[in-house]
């Protein structure tokens, strides 16, 4: 079956840089999305890695290493605004449309 | 651009009665997909639908929920009899096949609360 991990909370202070680590376990392997979810709203996209490596993206990036099935999310720059939880997330082994995702991750930016 | 649109936002119901969510996917994509989040569970994958047919609901916890998609934009998710286990935020999403990585468009959800 499948298997996503990440912490479930970390704090951190404004300006500073954050890395959100996630390890997964899936029979095969179709790319892994990182979403955001503020309190109360619904998760939104921030990336898709589907090949090895670190993919940038403003503040936000995003790294993969399919061999040892781990991914870290790092956010540069904190911002109070960015108090969220971030969703790790793989296809399906049932189906590739849809994803499955980690239980997400906490972070709480403080002044 | 009009993201994913769902009915209603909150929801208070009683024990028993019966609970209809409703969701209009984004104008184009062919995948709709039914999430439940809880703080214990987390996101979890209850149906999705390919083209308005329902392909896998392996997750739909029980008999009490069914869901039917009669057309491409637009998708109902049913509970009845509901109970108060059910109290959760519903999320419906929706996706283009032809897009980078399937990437899933989440709505604002339904929040319900059976008390």
């Known amino acids: 079956g499948q298997n996503i991990d990440q912490p479930t909370e970390m704090t951190a202070t404004e300006g500073a840089i954050v890395q959100i680590n996630c390890t997964y376990q899936?029979?095969?392997?179709?790319?892994l999305f990182w979403y955001q979810q503020h309190a109360g709203e619904a998760p939104t996209f921030l990336s898709y890695?589907?090949?090895?490596g670190l993919e940038e993206k403003g503040r936000f990036s995003s790294f993969l290493s399919r061999s040892k099935g781990y991914s870290y999310l790092l956010l540069k720059e904190l911002q109070m605004k960015d108090s969220a939880s971030y969703l790790c997330?793989?296809?399906?082994?049932?189906?590739?449309?849809?994803?499955?995702f980690g239980k997400g991750t906490m972070l709480l930016v403080s002044p | 651009d009009a993201g994913v649109i769902q009915s209603p936002r909150h929801e208070v119901t009683e024990m028993g009665q019966e609970v209809t969510l409703r969701c209009k996917p984004i104008?184009?994509?062919?995948?709709l997909f039914w999430y439940r989040q809880t703080m214990m569970r987390g996101l979890e994958l209850l149906i999705y639908?390919?083209?308005?047919?329902?392909?896998?609901d392996s997750g739909m916890p029980e008999d009490r929920f069914s869901a039917k998609m009669p057309n491409a934009s637009f998708s109902t998710l049913k509970i009845q009899p509901s109970e108060p286990r059910d109290s959760a935020v519903y999320f419906c999403?929706?996706?283009?096949?032809?897009?980078?990585?399937?990437?899933?468009?989440f709505g604002e959800g339904s929040w319900l609360t059976v008390v």
């Open positions: 999403a929706s996706s283009y096949s032809g897009g980078s990585g399937n990437t899933i468009y």
């Open positions: 899936t029979s095969g392997f179709n790319g």
């Open positions: 890695n589907v090949l090895d």
């Open positions: 997330a793989v296809p399906s082994d049932s189906g590739y449309s849809t994803l499955t």
């Open positions: 104008s184009g994509h062919d995948y």
């Open positions: 639908f390919n083209n308005n047919v329902p392909i896998d």
